[in-house]
T-cell receptor, first 117, second 112 residues
């Protein structure tokens, strides 16, 4: 398996533009997480899905952020409109999910580094 | 909610020496404690984990100890090598829980 695939790896955009980050989970993993990493706040959980259903989005900073998982093979994190304070590395991580061996072992993607000017 | 503290924030050791990173947690319901290693430009990767029914777990040069009464757990790396240089994160969650709380991280530098 190629692991968790994220795109783009780097994104530079201007304030006010829409940003879409993409994630392809490991095949068979039923849980998918979006994390944001900054120097100031460390690793923060934004939202997670179980079986494509959003379970907890309490970490989403504000209405400008939205996430979808239309099927088991794909998820997006969208920021609209983007602001300079959104600059961070965004990680997608997946796990087998509850009831499965290694249920809560997270496998992270390589991350998407977002810079909003 | 859960709060995880981690110390030290930076640690420098000579190659071959041991390194110890300590974490404390606040929620007594937490019973799964993983450690992740993050190398530059990469996502965190699980290196070892421990559940609350175990006091210590070892995997080659790395070991984790857990004191559930005191709510703290530690990562021990022996015979450190330059490739151990990275940022290490501890985390806590309830078993099969989905909401991990990560510590702020420790930047380990192994000096040749």
């Amino acid at each position: 398996d190629a692991g968790v695939i994220q795109s783009p790896r780097h994104e530079v955009t201007e304030m006010g533009q829409e940003v879409t980050l993409r994630c392809k989970p490991i095949s068979g993993h039923n849980s998918l997480f979006w994390y944001r990493q900054t120097m100031m706040r460390g690793l923060e959980l934004l939202i997670y899905f179980n079986n494509n259903v959003p379970i907890d989005d309490s970490g989403m900073p504000e209405d400008r952020f939205s996430a979808k998982m239309p099927n088991a093979s794909f998820s997006t994190l969208k920021i609209q409109p983007s602001e300079p304070r959104d600059s961070a590395v965004y990680f997608c991580a997946t796990s087998p999910g509850q009831g499965f061996s290694g249920a809560n072992v997270l496998t992270f993607g390589a991350g998407s580094r977002l810079t909003v000017l | 909610g859960e709060n995880v503290e981690q110390h030290p924030s930076t640690l420098s050791v000579q190659e071959g020496d041991s390194a110890v990173i300590k974490c404390t947690y606040s929620d007594s319901a937490s019973n799964y404690f993983p450690w992740y290693k993050q190398e530059l430009g990469k996502g965190p990767q699980l290196i070892i984990d421990i559940r609350s029914n175990v006091g210590e777990k070892k995997d080659q040069r790395i070991a984790v100890t857990l004191n559930k009464t005191a709510k703290h757990f530690s990562l021990h790396i022996t015979e450190t090598q330059p490739e151990d240089s990275a940022v290490y994160f501890c985390a806590a969650s309830e078993d099969y829980g989905q909401n991990f709380v990560f510590g702020p991280g420790t930047r380990l530098s192994v000096l040749p």
